[in-house]
């Protein structure tokens, strides 16, 4: 089965979700405002916007989509939380704030815009090395995680997990580090880093109001398109 894309996944959008989405995301809409839902991805998906956009999300939620980062293809909101140690219906509700924001959509699992899961991913993997973090983990956590992360970790021992883990990280990096910046976030943990705020006058995606021309009766003027 082929993966439903961002493109497609936006184009499935209803009216209310699609204005709840733009007011969420105003920096898209900045003339010309996109001609379609395939342009609309593309400023959804660009690194200014996703900056812009990481600056809202609480604790909870970012670690959610870390999540979904790192479990990739297995990312399904029970592996979510047994990842996470979270409750489904909590792991869920990240889901569906990252998904309202723009920032995730679901089919069989929970997908993220390609330039948000390496920023992820690379932001995790390089945080701390992986080995020194598993040491300081039980044995069953870290049976989770290796299941969690789709290999066998039935009857190995803690050192054999530390390094099967480790492994799977290390295949989880993308091959080029991510030009996303990185913002704190409210309810700051170790995995935040101090990059300046997004400047209000970036030249790709300036954080302004929609203007009024796109408004509609208080809906934002959809995409004519895929």
Known sequence: MTPRSFVDHLADLDLPALAALLRSRPD???EPVPRGFGQLAQRLESPDSLAAALWELNRDTLRVG???????????VPRMAE???ALPDAVRAGVDDLCARGLAWTDTVVRLPEPLHNHWVEEISSARPVAKIAR???VEDLRKAVTALGAPAENLRKTELVARLTELMSDARPSRRSSLPCPPRRGSNSM????????ATSPTCSP?????RSMTAGQPRGPSGS
């Open 136 to 138: 300081n983990v039980l």
């Open 208 to 212: 302004t109001r929609p203007s009024r």
């Open 192 to 199: 935040t880093c101090a990059w300046p705020r997004p400047a």
């Open 66 to 76: 870390q999540a979904a980062a790192l479990l990739g293809e297995s990312a399904t």
């Open 28 to 30: 898209v809409l900045i």
């Open 83 to 85: 990842l996470l140690g």
